[in-house]
C-alpha cells in the first residue's frame, strides 16, 4: 500500500526542522531507537533522519544510467524512510549494523516497487533479491572505503564511519562527488571516469585528489 499524500507531507515538513544527533558518537543505537519510538513516535521519525544521506548514496549508486532520468534519489529515500517510520514497531534489532541493514532492505523493497512502477508489471520477487544483493553489494563497497580512509581504532565504529563519509560526500561539489563514487564505490578506472564525466584522465585525477583532501578535511571537522 502506497503512503498517503498527508504523510509524506507531514513526514516531510517535520524531519525538515531537526537534524537529530544522539550521544557522544552522534547515533541512536538500535535499541534507543526502539525504545524512542515506542515512548514517543516523533522521536524515532527524526532518529531516521540520521541515515538519509547514507540511504541516498546507496540509492544513488543503484539508480545508475537506467533509471537516473526516470527517478530521483531523494524521492526514493524519503519514501523509504517514510516506510520505515511506519514500520518502526516491527524492528527487533539491537545493533546500529542491524538497523542499517533494515534500512538497507526497506530500501531495495522501494526500488523494485519503483521499477516495478515505471513498467506496470507485477511484483517481480528476483528484482526485489537482485536490488536487495545489489545494495549489500555498494555498503560493503563503502564499508572498504571507510577502512581504507580510517585508523585501526576507528575500524571499530565502521558503521558511525559510513554514516559519516556518506554526509562528508554530500557537502563536496558534484564533481568531485561523482568522480570520488565511481572511483571507490563503484570501482571504475580513471579512463571510465574520464570518458563518462566528458574530461581527461589528468583532470579526473586533480578531481580525485582534491575530492579526497576535502572529504578528510570535513570529516576531521565532524571528530
Not at 26 to 42: K, T
Not at 46 to 51: I, P, S, V
Not at 208 to 222: H, N, P, S, T
Amino acid at each position: 500500500m502506497k503512503p498517503d499524500s498527508g504523510s509524506i507531507v507531514f513526514f516531510v515538513l517535520f524531519v525538515s526542522l531537526v537534524v537529530v544527533r544522539s550521544g557522544a558518537d552522534g547515533v541512536y543505537s538500535a535499541r534507543r531507537l526502539f525504545m524512542a519510538h515506542r515512548q514517543q513516535p516523533e522521536d524515532g521519525t527524526l532518529a531516521l533522519e540520521r541515515f538519509r544521506s547514507y540511504l541516498h548514496l546507496l540509492a544513488r549508486l543503484q539508480l545508475g544510467t537506467r533509471y537516473q532520468k526516470k527517478l530521483d534519489a531523494s524521492d526514493v529515500v524519503q519514501q523509504t524512510l517514510l516506510k520505515a517510520h511506519q514500520a518502526l514497531d516491527q524492528f527487533r534489532g539491537r545493533e546500529p549494523a542491524e538497523l542499517a541493514a533494515w534500512l538497507r532492505q526497506i530500501l531495495a523493497r522501494t526500488l523494485a516497487d519503483l521499477a516495478r512502477d515505471l513498467g506496470r508489471a507485477k511484483r517481480d520477487v528476483d528484482l526485489e533479491r537482485s536490488l536487495e544483493a545489489a545494495v549489500e553489494g555498494s555498503s560493503a563497497r563503502l564499508e572498504a572505503w571507510v577502512a581504507d580512509e580510517s585508523s585501526p581504532s576507528q575500524n571499530a565504529m565502521r558503521h558511525e564511519q559510513s554514516l559519516r563519509l556518506a554526509e562528508a560526500l554530500a557537502t563536496l561539489p558534484e564533481p568531485q562527488r561523482e568522480a570520488l563514487v565511481l572511483k571507490h564505490c563503484e570501482g571504475w578506472s580513471l579512463a571510465a571516469i574520464a570518458e563518462h564525466l566528458g574530461r581527461t584522465p589528468p583532470a579526473v585525477a586533480s578531481l580525485l585528489r582534491r575530492g579526497l583532501k576535502q572529504l578528510r578535511v570535513v570529516l576531521r571537522e565532524e571528530e
